[in-house]
């Protein structure tokens, strides 16, 4: 069965540069979650889109912005990059129903540098 | 932090051994779930339990739910090498958003 596809794998950036994380989600699910994830930490929630719509915000900082397509992928675009942005970025993907499962990709390292 | 906190304790045990971690949460919530994460991979959905069911089982997982106590445990029986992972409780907010606590890292010696 298809999953989430997160690309790229790894990414390294030097401090205050740009970085765009791509999402593609399982198809047919029609929500989309970003988490961030520092070492040792719990996922913490950053933003969601239901149908090309932003539905949820979390603590995501105003230096980040993300948005998703017609064709349902989702990037999350990173400016001035910071040391403490160094995490594990994962997206995930779900049907809007409560309860349903959240799907996770396997992420996108970023290291800051 | 996030509603949904584990006891933060690693555990490391035999395999065929039984394992139990333990969460606790701190709002009302519709529905609690378990996650696991191998190193460095995306979470794996395990489990759900609705806020008004008190034990619900999936193979060799059995999860129970306390909302009086506003907690939640997972147990896997019969643990096996395959199972060492770090294990999340994630509570059900508004929007479906799932609000992690702090993970549960279990080893399973061989």
């Known amino acids: 069965a298809a999953g989430v596809i997160q690309s790229p794998r790894h990414l390294i950036k030097e401090k205050r540069e740009t970085a765009t994380l791509k999402c593609y989600p399982i198809?047919?699910?029609?929500?989309v979650y970003w988490y961030q994830q520092g070492p040792g930490q719990d996922p913490q929630f950053l933003i969601s889109f239901y149908e090309k719509m932003q539905s949820d915000k979390g603590s995501i900082p105003d230096r980040f912005s993300a948005q998703q397509f017609s064709d349902y992928h989702s990037e999350l675009n990173m400016s001035s990059l910071e040391l403490g942005d160094s995490a594990l970025y994962f997206c995930a993907s779900s049907l809007a129903r409560p309860g349903s499962p959240l799907h996770f990709g396997n992420g996108t390292r970023l290291t800051v540098t | 932090s996030q509603q949904g906190e584990e006891d933060p304790q690693a555990l490391s045990i035999q395999e065929g051994e039984n394992a139990t971690m333990n969460c606790s949460y701190k709002t009302s919530i519709n529905n609690l779930q378990w996650y696991r994460q191998n190193s460095g991979r995306g979470l794996v959905h395990l489990i759900l339990?609705?806020?008004?069911?008190r034990e619900k089982h999936s193979g060799r997982l059995r999860v129970t739910l306390d909302t009086s106590k506003k907690s939640s445990s997972l147990l896997i029986t019969a643990s096996r090498a395959a199972d060492t992972a770090s294990y999340f409780c994630a509570s059900t907010a508004r929007n479906n958003r799932l609000a992690f606590g702090k993970g549960n890292q279990v080893v399973v010696i061989p």
């Open positions: 339990i609705r806020s008004n069911e």
């Open positions: 198809p047919r699910h029609d929500t």
